[in-house]
């Protein structure tokens, strides 16, 4: 029986509007008053992820940038697992000397140097998830999204480094050159750092112990709950590590091929509401 559902949210959750869809919604709130715990798992910051849950009135708790942060439903940080200021340094360093774009995702917010690269990014994390959408739509969105204040302009990322006050959870590097960005992902494996994508063309880089299976794991320990009877939706590869831990893992109809069959099931495709598909199908499961 399924106790737990961790849900990611661009590709998954989400529909190529950037929106949780009326039946995705009904599900979730359908398994939690059936006492099922449901647990947003997602590449996003807390703000950008509760600006999605807050417009379809969805209350639960969120992992986070990748299991770098873990918040309660009422919005306080349960846990975090930041890289380090030297290892956070050393990113940047090397990135810089490549001369990729990237952005730093705090407990402050998310900071980047390149405007125009920051709707680049978001773009792309969209398009990738739904590949028929028309990307200028999709940058106008993304362009709404950062005026709403989710992206903070800096000049140089080293007065960044310097406060004492910022945790670093993740940064994101991003460039149309795909070949430069295995490179970069290869040469930084085994630097005490965990590297994964979420989209075609970003790396993204958290700390060692910051994936969403282990924030999974620990919030189910921590619930005396257990992993059998824990089930993940996703359609990328950081979700992975939620796979890989889980007594039943599905995969999206939009994901690719690779990541469908790593999984138990595949369901319908995010514009489908295929999470909507794949709870109702556990939750009638559950009533034999």
């Known amino acids: 029986m399924i106790k737990t559902i961790?849900?990611?949210m661009d590709g998954t959750l989400l529909n190529k509007m950037q929106k949780v869809s009326e039946e995705n919604k009904q599900a979730i709130q359908r398994?939690?008053?059936?006492?099922v715990e449901v647990i947003i798992a997602t590449g996003r910051s807390y703000v950008e992820a509760r600006f999605a849950l807050d417009e379809a009135g969805i209350v639960c708790p969120v992992i986070c940038v990748n299991g770098a942060a873990l918040?309660?439903?009422?919005?306080?940080?349960?846990?975090s697992n930041?890289?380090?200021?030297?290892?956070?340094?050393?990113v940047a360093g090397f990135l810089e000397e490549q001369g990729i774009y990237f952005e730093v995702y705090t407990s402050q917010g998310i900071y980047s140097k390149d405007y125009e690269n920051a709707i680049s990014v978001l773009v792309d994390v969209f398009v990738t998830a739904n590949p028929d959408i028309d990307p200028e739509s999709m940058r106008k969105y993304a362009e709404q999204r950062l005026q709403l204040g989710q992206v903070t302009s800096i000049s140089d990322y080293s007065e960044l480094f310097s406060r004492s006050n910022e945790e670093y959870y993740k940064i994101l590097s991003f460039s149309k050159d795909l070949t430069l960005l295995n490179q970069i992902a290869s040469k930084l494996e085994g630097q005490g750092v965990t590297v994964t994508s979420s989209g075609r063309e970003n790396?993204?880089?958290?700390?060692?112990?910051?994936?969403?299976g282990t924030a999974l794991e620990t919030y189910v320990n921590g619930k005396s709950g257990s992993m059998q009877e824990t089930m993940a939706i996703g359609d990328n590869y950081n979700d992975?590590?939620?796979f890989e831990r889980v007594g039943l893992s599905v995969a999206m109809g939009n994901a690719p091929l690779e990541i469908k069959n790593l999984c138990d099931e595949v369901t319908g495709k995010n514009d489908e509401s295929g999470v909507a598909e794949a709870i109702l199908k556990v939750l009638k499961q559950s009533a034999y």
Do not use: H, L, R, Y
């Open 31 to 35: 398994a939690q008053s059936e006492g």
């Open 203 to 212: 790396v993204e880089i958290m700390s060692e112990s910051a994936q969403k």
């Open 82 to 90: 930041p890289m380090s200021v030297a290892t956070a340094k050393m």
């Open 240 to 242: 992975v590590s939620m």
């Open 6 to 8: 961790a849900i990611d």
């Open 71 to 79: 918040f309660t439903e009422e919005g306080k940080i349960a846990a």
